[in-house]
């Protein structure tokens, strides 16, 4: 018999948003400077880029606090939908391309740099390279620091999936409204369907 699973502090996932955060601020001063010294079309859209980076620390920044607050979380082994896969890998390729062409014929390495940095940060957070889906004492969080507390939710289910791999399809919302929705594997069904019953959300019929 498995032992239950056991919360704690989502280490890693708040890692890698501080490395986000410290990145992403770094490009965005980088690429500040860089439109300074192209100036004109080209500096104009390095400009553009840097605020496009300065926001993604934003996120990674909220993320990184909300995750250092929440205490110990059970880290949920979610993975993605098979075409959010194939999308982000070729994301990641074209943004790799890119960044590669600007880096050796361009001379743009401040854009090149977010390029590439863009692509890792996919690898992170759409091919769920670090734990995506964390549940707490009062809801669920993701590695975004978005929150989905119990209190808001009124019903779930759970959906097997056909395959080789045992994975379960969540679904949970208030009223017609879809408030989350999680592909999990199987093992964590039943930590998360008692965390939801014993916070009175109730199982959907179909």
Do not use: I
């Not at 926001?55 to 110990?72: D, E, F, T």
């Not at 600007?102 to 940060?121: D, H, I, K, M």
């Amino acid at each position: 018999m498995s032992r239950p699973p056991v919360p704690s502090r989502p280490v890693a996932t708040a890692a890698f948003q501080g490395v986000t955060l410290l990145f992403f601020t770094g490009c965005a001063a980088w690429l500040v400077r860089e439109s300074r010294e192209l100036g004109g079309r080209p500096g104009m859209m390095a400009l553009g880029v840097a605020v496009a980076s300065g926001g993604l620390a934003l996120v990674a920044l909220g993320a990184l606090v909300g995750l250092l607050r929440s205490g110990r979380l059970l880290a949920l082994r979610s993975r993605a939908e098979m075409g959010t896969y194939a999308l982000v890998l070729a994301t990641m390729g074209v943004l790799a391309l890119v960044g590669l062409r600007l880096l050796s014929s361009e001379g743009r390495p401040a854009l090149a740099t977010f390029c590439l940095g863009v692509a890792g940060w996919l690898a992170g957070v759409g091919l769920h390279a670090v734990p995506a889906l964390f549940l707490g004492p009062t809801g669920f969080m993701d590695s975004l620091g978005r929150r989905t507390p119990f209190s808001r939710l009124e019903w779930f289910s759970f959906q097997r999936e056909q395959g080789e791999l045992p994975r379960v399809r969540l679904q949970a919302g208030q009223g017609t409204r879809l408030l989350l929705a999680a592909r999990l594997a199987s093992a964590d069904e039943d930590v998360v369907r008692a965390a939801l019953a014993g916070a009175g959300v109730s199982v959907r019929r179909r």
